[in-house]
C-alpha cells in the first residue's frame, strides 16, 4: 500500500468520524470536512459541466454546427442575474428549461402514473378468494385514498368524512411501511460506513492494526473534545478558580 | 401518424388539460370554490410571525429537482409558495434565507425575491447574498445547511418542493435548533419523513395546488376544481371497468393501452 | 414593447418548448423530433452554464463573508481554496481523469457522502422513537404496519417465525402499494394541471417575475 | 425520583443516548460475526432467474446511475450482478443519464473489484460515461444511440468499436439499472414503454415499496434491495463477500429499531393514561 492510500485512508477515517459527531454535537471539524466537501462536490460537478457543455456544443462548433452557438449564448444570459437593470434577461435560459422540464413531465406522466396505476387496479385476480379479497381490498384503497385528495368538491355527511378517513388511513399505511423499508436501506450505508472503518481501515473482525487502532482513539479524543469544548473550558476553569 | 400505443395517452392528456382548462374559465366567469383546508400553508404565515417576534431569519429550500428535470413542477409549485413567502417576509421584515441545491433555481428566486421586496414596499430588504447556492451534492449542501443553522439559527424552516434522502437531515436539523417547520413534497419516498418530523406537510398533490390555494385566485382555484374532475373520472373509470371486468370483460383494460 | 420583451416573449417560449416536448412524444414526425433534439441538447448546455453561474455565486458569496470577516469565515476560504483545488487538477489533462482527482474524489468526497448517507439510520432512530405514538386508530396502524415492515427485513426474524416475511410482503403488496397508487394517480394530475398552467402562464413560481 | 419521572424522562430520552446504542449493536456483529442464515426473497430470485436465462453473448444495458454515497447500499449487489453477467459471457454497455459521478465511482469503486481484465473493451464491453440531459437524453439515446453519442467515455469512435458499431437499443436483452436516485419511471417510460425492454432495479431500501406496484404489474423482471438484496445475491452466485459479512448487522440494528419503536410509542401511551389520572385527582 502506498503512502497516498494509507494517507487517503486515514484523511478518510478523519472525515467519517467528524461527520458522525455532528450526530452527536455540531463542532469545528465537522465543519471543517463539510466545508471542505462543499468545495470538492461544487468543482467536481462542474468539471463535468464544463466536459458537458465542450461535448453538446462546443464540439459540433467546430465540426461547422453553428446552430450551437446559440444554446452557448443562452447559457452566457443567465449570468444577467447579477446585473439589477438586465436581471430580466435571464428568463430566456430559464424559460427554456423550465418549459422543457414541464413538457418532459407532462408527456410520458400519463402512462405511468395514471395508466398503469388504473389498469392494474382495475384486472382482479378471481383465481382464488385470498388474490380476489386482496384484489378488493386494493380496489377499495385506491379509491379511498384518491377521495383523500380531492380538493373543492366537499361532499356532506357521514360518507364522504367516511371515504376521506379511509384514505387517511390508507396513506398511512403506505408512509408507515416506507418508513420501515427505509431503515433497512439507511442501515445498510450505516453498517457500510462502520465497515470501512472497522474492517478496511482497523482490520476486523480478522486482525487488529494497532496503528490505526490508536488513531481512531486519537481522532474520537480530539473530536469529542470539539464537541464538549465549552463544559471542559468551564470544567478548566472552575477548578483553577477554586 | 400517432406513435404505437400512445393514443389512450393523448386522449387522457388532453381530456385533463380541457378538465382542467375548463375549471380556470369557470374560475375567471367569477364562479366561486370552496377549497378544503391546506393547514400547511396557512401556517406560513404563523411562521412569518414567529421569526418576526424572535427577530430570527426564516429558512426555504425549493427541494432538489432542477426545471429542466421530469420533476420541475414540484420545483415551479415549490417557487410558487416562495413568492407567497417572500411577500409574508417583506411585509413582517423577517429576512429568509434560501440555500439552493439547484443553481439553475437561482435567477428565479432572485426575481421573486426582488419584485416581492418591492411589491411590499421595502426594497431595501432584498439582498442577493440571502440566495445561497451550496452543492449540487444533497451531503454537501446539508453540511452547508448546518452552518447556517448553526450560526444564524433560522426561527422558521420551510421545505418545499421534490426532495431526496437529506429532507430527514434537514428536518432533524430544523428540530434540533427549535425552528416551526413547514414542509411539502410530492416525492413519495421523503412523504413519511416530512410528516413525522415536521410541524405541518402537504402530501402529493397538494403541493401542486399551493399556487392556487395561496394566491385565491378565482381562476386558479377554477383549475383546483378542474384536478378534482380528473380525479372523479379517474373513479368513474376504475368502477365501470372492474365491474365489466368482473362481468368477463376487458374491453376498458384494452382501451388504455390503444 | 418592453413588457413584451421582458415578460411576453419568455412565457411563449416556456410554452412552445413544452408543447414541444409533449407533440415529439405522441407523433413520430421527423421535424418534431429533430427539434425536440436539438431543443434538448440546448438544455444540456444551459444547465451546464447553470452549475457555473453557481460556482460563480458560491464564490462570490464566501468572498464576501472572507472579506466582512464573519463569524465562520475560514469555513468560506476552506470551500473556496478545495473548489478551485479540485476544478483545477479536473480541468488539467487528462481532463477529468488526473490521479490527484481521483485521489480528492476517493477520500475527500466519497467518505462525508456515504457517512452523511448512513448517519439517517441514527435519525431515523430518533424520528421513530418521537414520531410513533399510540393516539389514533391512525397511529396504531402506521405502529403495527412499520414494525412487520422492519422485522420482515431483518433476516433473524424469519429464523424465529417463518410468517414476519410474507406479513410483511402483504403489507407492501396490498394496503401499502393500493396507498402509492392513489398517490401517484393523484400527483400525474397535479403535474399535468401544474404543466397547464404553466403553459397558460399561470403559475407565478415558473419564471420569478 | 419516582416512577413516573423516570418514565416521562425516558420519553424525552436525549436522542444522543440511542445513537450510541445502535452503535454498539450495529457494531457489534461486524467485529463478532454471527452467521445468522439469510432468506432468499422473490425479487432477487426472480432477478437471479432472468440473468442465468440470458443467451451467452447477449447484450446488456447497464444503467449506471451509481454514485459515491450509495456505495454500501448499492455496491454489493452491484459487484454481485456484474460477476454473474461476466460469468454468463454476456456482452455489457455501461451509460449514465442522472448521475455525473457514475464513472467515476465506477472507475475507483466498482472495475477493481469485478474481472474486468479478462474482458476485452470495445467487443466484451464498452462504457459510454455520463450523457447530461436526464429523460431527454435517455429517449435520445433510445432512438438512436450513434448519433446521440458519437463516442465513449475515452474518445473512441461508436462505430468504429465492434459492440456497439451497429448496436441498436432493441438488440438490449435486458437492462440492469442501479438506481439510488429514483429513476426508475425514467427508464421505463423511455426504453420499456416504448422498445418493451426487461428491467432489473438494483435499489434503495426506501423505495422498494413504491416500486412493488411495478413488481406486481410485471414492469420489473426483479428487484435488489439494499445490502440485503446484495447478500442474498452473494448467496446465489455462491461467492459471499462484503454484503454476507455486513447482513448481520441488519439483523440486530433492525431488532434495536423494531424495539424501539414500540418501547416509545409504549412510553407515550403509558405516560398520557397517568397524566390523565394525575388530572382526574
Same mark, same amino acid.
Given at each position: 500500500?502506498?503512502?497516498?492510500q494509507?494517507?487517503?485512508l486515514?484523511?478518510?477515517a478523519?472525515?467519517?468520524?467528524?461527520?458522525?459527531?455532528?450526530?452527536?454535537?455540531?463542532?469545528?471539524?465537522?465543519?471543517?470536512?463539510?466545508?471542505?466537501?462543499?468545495?470538492?462536490?461544487?468543482?467536481?460537478?462542474?468539471?463535468?459541466?464544463?466536459?458537458?457543455i465542450?461535448?453538446?456544443?462546443?464540439?459540433?462548433?467546430?465540426?461547422?454546427?453553428?446552430?450551437?452557438?446559440?444554446?452557448?449564448?443562452?447559457?452566457?444570459?443567465?449570468?444577467a442575474?447579477?446585473?439589477?437593470?438586465?436581471?430580466?434577461?435571464s428568463?430566456?435560459?430559464v424559460?427554456?428549461l423550465?418549459?422543457?422540464?414541464?413538457g418532459?413531465?407532462?408527456?410520458?406522466?400519463?402512462?405511468?402514473?395514471?395508466?398503469?396505476?388504473?389498469?392494474d387496479?382495475?384486472?382482479?385476480?378471481?383465481?382464488?378468494?385470498?388474490?380476489?379479497?386482496?384484489?378488493?381490498?386494493?380496489?377499495?384503497?385506491?379509491?379511498?385514498?384518491?377521495g383523500y385528495?380531492?380538493?373543492?368538491?366537499?361532499g356532506?355527511?357521514?360518507?364522504?368524512?367516511?371515504?376521506?378517513r379511509?384514505?387517511?388511513?390508507?396513506?398511512?399505511?403506505s408512509?408507515?411501511?416506507?418508513?420501515g423499508?427505509?431503515?433497512?436501506?439507511?442501515?445498510?450505508l450505516?453498517?457500510?460506513?462502520?465497515?470501512?472503518?472497522?474492517?478496511d481501515?482497523?482490520?476486523?473482525?480478522?486482525?487488529?492494526?494497532?496503528?490505526?487502532a490508536?488513531?481512531?482513539?486519537?481522532?474520537?479524543?480530539?473530536?469529542?473534545?470539539a464537541?464538549?469544548?465549552?463544559?471542559?473550558?468551564?470544567k478548566?476553569?472552575?477548578?483553577?478558580?477554586? | 401518424?400517432?406513435?404505437?400505443?400512445?393514443?389512450?395517452?393523448?386522449?387522457?392528456?388532453?381530456?385533463?388539460?380541457?378538465?382542467?382548462?375548463?375549471?380556470?374559465?369557470?374560475?375567471?366567469?367569477?364562479?366561486?370554490?370552496?377549497?378544503?383546508?391546506?393547514?400547511?400553508?396557512?401556517?406560513?404565515e404563523?411562521?412569518?410571525?414567529?421569526a418576526?417576534?424572535?427577530?430570527?431569519?426564516?429558512?426555504?429550500?425549493p427541494?432538489?429537482?432542477?426545471?429542466?428535470?421530469?420533476?420541475?413542477?414540484?420545483?415551479?409549485?415549490a417557487?410558487?409558495?416562495?413568492?407567497?413567502?417572500?411577500?409574508?417576509?417583506?411585509?413582517?421584515?423577517?429576512?429568509?434565507?434560501?440555500?439552493?441545491?439547484?443553481?439553475d433555481?437561482?435567477p428565479?428566486?432572485?426575481?421573486?425575491?426582488?419584485?416581492?421586496?418591492t411589491?411590499?414596499?421595502?426594497p431595501?430588504?432584498?439582498?442577493?447574498?440571502?440566495?445561497?447556492?451550496?452543492?449540487p451534492?444533497?451531503?454537501?449542501?446539508?453540511?452547508?445547511?448546518?452552518?447556517?443553522?448553526?450560526?444564524?439559527?433560522?426561527?422558521?424552516?420551510?421545505?418545499?418542493?421534490?426532495?431526496?434522502?437529506?429532507?430527514?437531515?434537514?428536518?432533524?436539523?430544523?428540530?434540533?435548533?427549535?425552528?416551526?417547520?413547514?414542509?411539502?413534497?410530492?416525492?413519495?419516498?421523503?412523504?413519511?419523513?416530512?410528516?413525522?418530523?415536521?410541524?405541518?406537510?402537504?402530501?402529493?398533490?397538494?403541493?401542486?395546488?399551493?399556487?392556487?390555494?395561496?394566491?385565491?385566485d378565482?381562476?386558479?382555484?377554477?383549475?383546483?376544481?378542474?384536478?378534482?374532475?380528473?380525479k372523479?373520472?379517474?373513479?368513474?373509470?376504475?368502477?365501470?371497468?372492474?365491474?365489466?371486468?368482473?362481468?368477463?370483460?376487458?374491453?376498458?383494460?384494452?382501451?388504455?393501452?390503444? | 414593447?418592453s413588457?413584451?420583451?421582458?415578460?411576453?416573449?419568455?412565457?411563449?417560449?416556456?410554452?412552445?418548448?413544452?408543447?414541444l416536448?409533449i407533440?415529439? +412524444?405522441?407523433? *413520430?414526425?421527423?421535424? %418534431?423530433?429533430?427539434?425536440?433534439? &436539438?431543443?434538448?441538447?440546448?438544455?444540456?448546455?444551459? $444547465?451546464g452554464?447553470?452549475?457555473?453561474?453557481?460556482?460563480?455565486?458560491l464564490i462570490?458569496?464566501?468572498?464576501?463573508?472572507?472579506?466582512?470577516?464573519?463569524?465562520?469565515?475560514?469555513?468560506?476560504?476552506?470551500?473556496?481554496?478545495?473548489?478551485?483545488?479540485?476544478?483545477?487538477?479536473?480541468?488539467?489533462?487528462?481532463?477529468?481523469?488526473?490521479?490527484?482527482?481521483?485521489?480528492?474524489?476517493?477520500?475527500? +468526497?466519497?467518505? *462525508?457522502?456515504?457517512? %452523511?448517507?448512513g448517519?439517517?439510520? &441514527?435519525?431515523?432512530?430518533?424520528?421513530?422513537?418521537? $414520531?410513533?405514538?399510540?393516539r389514533?386508530?391512525?397511529?396504531?396502524?402506521?405502529?403495527?404496519?412499520?414494525?412487520?415492515?422492519?422485522?420482515?427485513?431483518?433476516?433473524?426474524?424469519a429464523?424465529v417465525?417463518?410468517?414476519?416475511?410474507?406479513?410483511?410482503?402483504w403489507?407492501?403488496?396490498?394496503?401499502?402499494?393500493?396507498g402509492?397508487?392513489?398517490?401517484?394517480?393523484?400527483?400525474?394530475?397535479g403535474?399535468?394541471?401544474?404543466?397547464?398552467?404553466?403553459? %397558460?402562464?399561470?403559475?407565478r413560481?415558473?419564471?420569478?417575475? | 425520583?419516582?416512577?413516573?419521572e423516570?418514565l416521562?424522562?425516558?420519553?424525552?430520552?436525549?436522542?444522543?443516548?440511542?445513537?450510541?446504542l445502535?452503535?454498539?449493536?450495529?457494531?457489534?456483529?461486524?467485529?463478532?460475526?454471527?452467521?445468522?442464515p439469510?432468506?432468499?426473497?422473490?425479487?432477487?430470485?426472480?432477478?437471479?432467474?432472468?440473468?442465468?436465462?440470458?443467451?451467452?453473448?447477449?447484450?446488456v444495458?447497464?444503467?449506471?446511475?451509481?454514485?459515491?454515497?450509495?456505495w454500501?447500499e448499492?455496491?454489493?449487489?452491484?459487484?454481485?450482478?456484474?460477476?454473474?453477467?461476466?460469468?454468463?459471457?454476456?456482452?455489457?454497455?455501461?451509460?449514465?443519464?442522472f448521475?455525473?459521478?457514475?464513472?467515476?465511482?465506477?472507475?475507483?469503486?466498482?472495475?477493481?473489484?469485478?474481472?474486468?481484465?479478462?474482458?476485452?473493451?470495445?467487443?466484451?464491453?464498452?462504457?459510454?460515461?455520463?450523457?447530461?440531459?436526464?429523460?431527454?437524453?435517455l429517449?435520445?439515446?433510445?432512438?438512436?444511440?450513434?448519433?446521440t453519442?458519437?463516442?465513449?467515455?475515452?474518445?473512441?469512435?461508436?462505430?468504429?468499436?465492434?459492440?456497439?458499431?451497429?448496436?441498436?437499443?432493441t438488440?438490449?436483452s435486458?437492462?440492469?439499472?442501479?438506481?439510488?436516485?429514483?429513476h426508475?419511471?425514467?427508464?421505463?417510460?423511455?426504453?420499456?414503454?416504448?422498445?418493451?425492454?426487461?428491467?432489473?432495479s438494483?435499489?434503495?431500501?426506501?423505495t422498494?415499496?413504491?416500486?412493488t406496484?411495478?413488481?406486481?404489474?410485471g414492469?420489473l423482471?426483479?428487484?435488489?434491495?439494499?445490502?440485503?438484496?446484495?447478500?442474498?445475491?452473494?448467496?446465489?452466485?455462491?461467492?459471499?463477500?462484503?454484503?454476507?459479512?455486513?447482513?448481520?448487522?441488519?439483523?440486530?440494528?433492525?431488532?434495536?429499531?423494531?424495539?424501539?419503536?414500540?418501547?416509545?410509542?409504549?412510553?407515550?401511551?403509558?405516560?398520557r393514561?397517568?397524566?390523565?389520572?394525575g388530572?382526574?385527582?
Amino acid at each position: 500500500m502506498d503512502i497516498w492510500q494509507t494517507l487517503g485512508l486515514w484523511i478518510a477515517a478523519f472525515g467519517t468520524l467528524a461527520c458522525f459527531s455532528f450526530a452527536f454535537k455540531e463542532n469545528v471539524f465537522f465543519h471543517i470536512v463539510e466545508s471542505i466537501f462543499i468545495g470538492t462536490s461544487v468543482g467536481y460537478l462542474v468539471v463535468f459541466a464544463l466536459d458537458s457543455i465542450a461535448r453538446t456544443g462546443v464540439t459540433p462548433i467546430s465540426k461547422g454546427s453553428y446552430i450551437y452557438s446559440i444554446p452557448l449564448l443562452l447559457g452566457l444570459l443567465i449570468f444577467a442575474k447579477y446585473s439589477k437593470e438586465y436581471s430580466w434577461v435571464s428568463r430566456y435560459p430559464v424559460a427554456l428549461l423550465v418549459g422543457t422540464g414541464t413538457g418532459l413531465a407532462c408527456r410520458a406522466i400519463v402512462e405511468v402514473n395514471i395508466i398503469r396505476q388504473i389498469s392494474d387496479t382495475i384486472v382482479i385476480s378471481v383465481k382464488d378468494f385470498w388474490s380476489m379479497f386482496n384484489g378488493f381490498l386494493m380496489l377499495v384503497g385506491v379509491l379511498a385514498a384518491i377521495g383523500y385528495f380531492v380538493f373543492t368538491l366537499r361532499g356532506k355527511g357521514r360518507v364522504y368524512s367516511g371515504v376521506t378517513r379511509v384514505g387517511r388511513v390508507v396513506l398511512m399505511v403506505s408512509f408507515a411501511t416506507t418508513f420501515g423499508n427505509t431503515v433497512l436501506g439507511r442501515f445498510s450505508l450505516f453498517i457500510g460506513s462502520l465497515q470501512s472503518l472497522l474492517s478496511d481501515w482497523i482490520g476486523l473482525p480478522q486482525r487488529i492494526d494497532y496503528l490505526s487502532a490508536t488513531g481512531a482513539v486519537a481522532m474520537l479524543l480530539l473530536i469529542g473534545a470539539a464537541c464538549f469544548k465549552d463544559q471542559i473550558l468551564d470544567k478548566l476553569r472552575g477548578t483553577k478558580a477554586s | 401518424m400517432f406513435a404505437a400505443g400512445r393514443i389512450a395517452q393523448f386522449a387522457l392528456l388532453i381530456l385533463f388539460f380541457v378538465f382542467t382548462g375548463l375549471g380556470i374559465w369557470l374560475g375567471r366567469k367569477g364562479k366561486k370554490f370552496e377549497v378544503r383546508k391546506l393547514a400547511a400553508l396557512d401556517a406560513l404565515e404563523e411562521g412569518v410571525g414567529r421569526a418576526a417576534e424572535m427577530g430570527r431569519p426564516v429558512h426555504f429550500n425549493p427541494g432538489w429537482y432542477s426545471l429542466d428535470s421530469v420533476e420541475a413542477p414540484q420545483t415551479v409549485a415549490a417557487l410558487s409558495v416562495f413568492d407567497r413567502l417572500a411577500h409574508l417576509c417583506a411585509r413582517y421584515n423577517v429576512p429568509v434565507i434560501v440555500t439552493l441545491i439547484r443553481p439553475d433555481v437561482i435567477p428565479v428566486v432572485d426575481g421573486l425575491l426582488r419584485n416581492a421586496a418591492t411589491a411590499e414596499g421595502r426594497p431595501e430588504i432584498y439582498k442577493a447574498e440571502n440566495i445561497r447556492f451550496l452543492s449540487p451534492e444533497q451531503f454537501a449542501y446539508f453540511g452547508g445547511v448546518a452552518e447556517i443553522f448553526a450560526r444564524e439559527k433560522p426561527a422558521t424552516s420551510v421545505l418545499m418542493g421534490g426532495y431526496m434522502a437529506y429532507s430527514l437531515l434537514v428536518a432533524e436539523l430544523g428540530y434540533r435548533y427549535g425552528a416551526f417547520q413547514v414542509a411539502g413534497t410530492a416525492s413519495w419516498h421523503q412523504i413519511p419523513f416530512f410528516v413525522a418530523a415536521c410541524d405541518y406537510s402537504l402530501i402529493g398533490e397538494e403541493l401542486f395546488a399551493a399556487g392556487a390555494y395561496l394566491s385565491k385566485d378565482a381562476t386558479l382555484l377554477g383549475g383546483l376544481f378542474g384536478q378534482d374532475v380528473c380525479k372523479l373520472t379517474c373513479v368513474a373509470y376504475v368502477v365501470v371497468a372492474t365491474v365489466l371486468w368482473l362481468l368477463g370483460s376487458d374491453l376498458f383494460v384494452k382501451l388504455l393501452k390503444i | 414593447m418592453s413588457k413584451v420583451i421582458r415578460r411576453e416573449i419568455p412565457l411563449l417560449l416556456v410554452s412552445f418548448s413544452a408543447i414541444l416536448m409533449i407533440l415529439d +412524444y405522441f407523433f *413520430p414526425v421527423p421535424v %418534431l423530433s429533430s427539434s425536440a433534439k &436539438l431543443t434538448n441538447e440546448w438544455v444540456v448546455v444551459i $444547465a451546464g452554464f447553470s452549475l457555473c453561474l453557481g460556482a460563480t455565486d458560491l464564490i462570490i458569496v464566501n468572498t464576501r463573508r472572507i472579506m466582512r470577516k464573519t463569524p465562520g469565515s475560514g469555513y468560506a476560504l476552506l470551500i473556496i481554496i478545495s473548489f478551485l483545488l479540485t476544478l483545477l487538477l479536473g480541468l488539467s489533462s487528462p481532463m477529468t481523469k488526473h490521479p490527484a482527482f481521483q485521489w480528492i474524489y476517493d477520500y475527500f +468526497y466519497r467518505p *462525508p457522502a456515504g457517512t %452523511l448517507y448512513g448517519m439517517l439510520a &441514527l435519525y431515523l432512530v430518533s424520528a421513530g422513537w418521537r $414520531a410513533f405514538k399510540i393516539r389514533t386508530f391512525e397511529s396504531v396502524i402506521m405502529l403495527v404496519c412499520a414494525w412487520f415492515l422492519i422485522m420482515a427485513n431483518a433476516p433473524i426474524a424469519a429464523v424465529v417465525w417463518e410468517g414476519f416475511p410474507s406479513i410483511g410482503k402483504w403489507i407492501m403488496d396490498v394496503p401499502s402499494a393500493a396507498g402509492w397508487r392513489a398517490f401517484y394517480i393523484g400527483a400525474a394530475i397535479g403535474t399535468l394541471a401544474l404543466g397547464l398552467k404553466v403553459i %397558460l402562464g399561470l403559475e407565478r413560481g415558473a419564471l420569478g417575475e | 425520583m419516582g416512577a413516573r419521572e423516570v418514565l416521562r424522562t425516558l420519553e424525552r430520552l436525549d436522542s444522543r443516548y440511542l445513537f450510541v446504542l445502535v452503535f454498539i449493536v450495529t457494531a457489534f456483529p461486524l467485529v463478532f460475526p454471527l452467521g445468522i442464515p439469510v432468506k432468499i426473497s422473490a425479487p432477487v430470485q426472480k432477478s437471479y432467474d432472468a440473468i442465468e436465462a440470458l443467451a451467452p453473448n447477449s447484450v446488456v444495458l447497464i444503467g449506471d446511475e451509481f454514485s459515491a454515497p450509495s456505495w454500501t447500499e448499492l455496491g454489493p449487489s452491484y459487484i454481485a450482478v456484474l460477476k454473474h453477467l461476466i460469468r454468463k459471457n454476456i456482452r455489457l454497455v455501461f451509460v449514465s443519464f442522472f448521475s455525473a459521478e457514475a464513472p467515476a465511482a465506477f472507475d475507483t469503486m466498482i472495475k477493481p473489484r469485478v474481472d474486468f481484465a479478462k474482458l476485452k473493451y470495445g467487443v466484451d464491453f464498452v462504457e459510454l460515461g455520463f450523457v447530461a440531459g436526464g429523460e431527454a437524453a435517455l429517449a435520445s439515446f433510445a432512438s438512436d444511440i450513434q448519433r446521440t453519442l458519437k463516442v465513449d467515455r475515452y474518445g473512441a469512435s461508436l462505430s468504429e468499436l465492434g459492440l456497439t458499431k451497429d448496436l441498436r437499443i432493441t438488440h438490449f436483452s435486458l437492462v440492469v439499472e442501479l438506481d439510488p436516485g429514483a429513476h426508475l419511471s425514467e427508464y421505463l417510460r423511455q426504453l420499456q414503454a416504448p422498445y418493451g425492454l426487461r428491467h432489473i432495479s438494483i435499489t434503495y431500501g426506501v423505495t422498494a415499496p413504491a416500486y412493488t406496484p411495478y413488481l406486481l404489474a410485471g414492469q420489473l423482471s426483479g428487484m435488489l434491495v439494499a445490502i440485503r438484496g446484495g447478500a442474498e445475491y452473494e448467496l446465489l452466485i455462491k461467492e459471499p463477500g462484503v454484503a454476507v459479512s455486513g447482513v448481520d448487522g441488519v439483523s440486530t440494528s433492525h431488532v434495536l429499531f423494531a424495539i424501539c419503536l414500540v418501547a416509545g410509542s409504549f412510553l407515550s401511551l403509558v405516560n398520557r393514561l397517568l397524566s390523565k389520572e394525575g388530572k382526574g385527582k
